[in-house]
């Protein structure tokens, strides 16, 4: 069983930023690949990036350029560095992982872009 826990959400201007944690439980978390999704009010759970157990990230055009994601194994976590944001971009941001064959989701770390 994997526990995921976001941190790092928050209130924030149009065009500012925010970092949002995700720290994961468990000794074999180098070896997954990790994700992020977000829901905005009445929308479905959309993913917006992951990065690979390798290391190697991938991004929906709706963040691409403008958010990064990263890991650090040592630590346990993976991070989503949010820059220019944008009103849409309010959400509730979740991390997900799949391990064993089960999906493992956090609890959510609410972002508002709002001025």
């Known amino acids: 069983q994997v526990q995921l826990v976001e941190s790092g959400g928050g209130l924030v201007q149009p065009g500012g930023s925010l970092r949002l944690s995700c720290a994961a439980s468990?000794?074999?978390?180098?070896?997954?690949?990790m994700a992020w999704y977000r829901q905005a009010p009445g929308k479905q759970r959309e993913l917006i990036t992951y990065i690979t157990s390798g290391g190697n990230p991938n991004y929906a055009d709706s963040v691409k350029d403008r958010f990064t994601i990263s890991r650090d194994n040592a630590k346990n976590t993976v991070y989503l560095q949010m820059n220019s944001l944008k009103p849409e971009d309010t959400a509730v941001y979740y991390c997900r992982v799949v391990a064993a064959g089960e999906v493992y989701w956090g609890q959510g770390t609410q972002v508002t872009v709002s001025s």
């Open positions: 468990g000794s074999r978390f180098s070896i997954y690949n």
